[in-house]
Every structure is written in C-alpha cells, then in structure tokens.
C-alpha cells in the first residue's frame, strides 16, 4: 500500500440484480470512509442512478474516472465496466447480470495487482449466475486464489470487529467430500495460517485457537467417527510442537451453545456450513468475510446477493461498511507487522572457552547470563 496517499479501496459490484448497489450506496454514506480512504467503484453509473431513484436513497455524487490512477481523492469515483443498456432485474438471477459481475471484478483484481488499488471490497455474486466458461471457479476465493498466482493458498476467515474470528479447513465443497479432505496435514496446514494471519492481518501477538471436531460429540472416542482420533488430534498436538497456542477438537453444538467462543481468538471449523451457521446467527448484520493468505487485502459483507429482497430498500448496509473499514485495518496491521519483522535480531554468539565449548548468548542482559 502507498503510504504516501490515503488508500485506494477499489469496491466491485457484484450481481446487478441483488442488493450490492444498494449496501454500496449506503455504506458510503458514512462520510468517515472519504476520510479513510478513497472509493473506486466497479460498475456502472447509470446503474447505481437506477437504484439511486428505485430506492430513493440519497444519492452520492460519483465522479466518473476512466482509470483507477485517475481517482480524486474525497470523491466518490466510479469506473463504468459493463455497456449502458445492461438490463438490470431486480431479485433475478440471469447469465447477464453474472457476466457484469464478472468483468467487475476481473477488471478490479487487474488494477489492484498493477497498483492502480491498494485494496480490494467485493459485493455479493451469485456463484450460478457468474459461472461460465470464462469463470469455472466456485466463488471469489478461489478466483482471487489463481489470479494472486505463486501457489497463494487462500484462507476464509470470517469475522466481527474485535470479536469472533471464524476459518474453515475446507470452503465450497459439498459435503459428502469432506471427510476424506481432514486430514493430519490439512488440518495442521490450516491451523498454522490461521496463526499467522492472527498475528499479521489482526496484530494478535499470541492468539489462542479453538478447533472443532467433525463429528457428533467430538466423535464419542471413535463410536461417531475416527477423524478425531486420527487427524485432528494429532494435527493439534503437532501444532502445539510448533508452540503454537491451540487447542480442541470441541464439539460445535456445545461449543457456541456454551459461548466458548469468547474465550479464543480465533475458532477453526472443519466445513462451511459448520461454522457459517453459528457465525451468521451472531452476526450477520455487521460479519466480513476476509480472505487471507492472498499477497493482497480482501474483504466482503458475509451477506450474499439477497435476491428475495433486492430492489425494495430494505438492505442493511452495516456489513459492507465494516468490510471497508476491515480492510483499511488489516492493511494498516501488515505495515506494522511487517515493519517490526522487517530486520529481526540475530542470535549471536561468542566462544568463551575453547576448552569446554561453553557459548555466550549476546541476546540475554547481563542479568540473565
């Protein structure tokens, strides 16, 4: 990010018939974010003045620019990516209104990986809608994922502002495949980006992770499922080796029920519905779901497109709005994270007798040698 200029925050939006321009519109509202930062809308004028009027939301001056290089900073700005007679249905999925959101984002990942964004918002697709041949991925994760290249190895965290903090091992996959993807080495992967994305993307210098179980009762010692016993277990205690600071498998159900979840940083579910579940029950209006593990920042409303109430003004805009905020934070906690880890101190050492080989910590003071 350039330090020299507040943050280009580019903001794609998403399906056209769901409630994306809606919670834009009213999550800019908020003068504090020009403050913050400076929007750069992907999409289309003349569709944000189509809500703007079906709505009757206050209107937001937009400044079209052509080039997100281009943007002024305490302006609204908005780049025009689809054609002006894009037919626009409110709460309807369509192949059009897939391939707007499309090019949206694609158009926005290439300014964000040649600088013209510094970080990157997404409104909600349809997954149906935007999948076509030129978009055979499951979702935004795993279009972020190749487009960031180098083996990035995403990681869906969702999140409350200084709250819960939720991750999965695994993402879209439908369910009857689950098993066989926990494994020892999946889980133990997933626990130590967690970790690292506790320490770098949220300044948490010693989280403390919760791993749920995937079966009833944490597996009732093997009676409801072995996946405990013979990958999730020991993927804590290898974690545990490593000094990392977690702990479980915890049964899901007793888990939130008992609201343990205040008592960690971070909680790992083993698939999406297992953890989207309880986190959307305690925060769906104001949840960000962030992708970690990308060499960029990204964020989004935890919401999807709500077509069943798309076009009726009754969106709330609270979740797109702590998107941008998050995203402007966890930028802000890399620089410093980075910034401290930049030239670490070395261990050094003196010989002090030969004959013996007894060494000198010149890190320790003079109390501790």
Known sequence: MNLD??????????????????????????????????PVIYGSAKIAAYYRK????????????RDAADARDEQYNIINVVAEDTKVEPGFESPIAGAAARVALERAVDDLKNGGID????????????????????????????????????????CVPDGLRLALVTTHLPLSQVPEAITRASVLDKIKQFDSSLRRDF??????????????????????????????????ADAQNARINCFGPYAS?????????????????MYHDQGLTPFKTLAMDC?????????FVRTSPDHGTAFDIAGQGVASPDSMRQAIYMAIDVARNRER?????????????????????VVLDLTKSSDDA
């Open 119 to 158: 970080l990157l918002v997404t409104a909600p697709i349809s997954k149906h809608s935007i999948h076509s041949d030129e978009f055979p991925y499951p979702g935004h994760t795993e279009f972020l994922a190749a487009a960031a290249g180098d083996g990035a190895r995403p990681l869906m965290i969702m």
């Open 54 to 65: 079906a709505l009757g939301v206050p209107g937001i001056p937009l400044n079209q620019v």
């Open 337 to 357: 994270y980075d910034a401290s880890h930049a030239n670490p101190l070395r261990r050094q050492y003196v010989e002090k007798n030969k004959s013996d080989n």
């Open 203 to 236: 300044g948490l210098s010693r989280p403390r992770i919760a791993v749920l179980s995937l079966n009833p009762h944490a597996g009732e010692q093997g009676m409801l499922g072995t996946e405990e016993a013979d990958a999730i277990a020991p993927a804590i």
């Open 253 to 269: 159900d007793g888990f939130f029920g008992n609201e343990l979840y205040k008592k960690f940083d971070g909680v790992l579910a």
């Open 287 to 295: 949840g960000v779901n962030f992708t970690a593990g990308l060499p």
């Open 5 to 38: 200029r507040k943050p280009r925050v580019g903001i794609t939006h998403g399906d056209i018939n769901g409630v994306g321009y809606e919670v834009i519109m009213k999550a800019l509202e908020d003068n504090r974010i020009l403050e913050l930062c400076t």
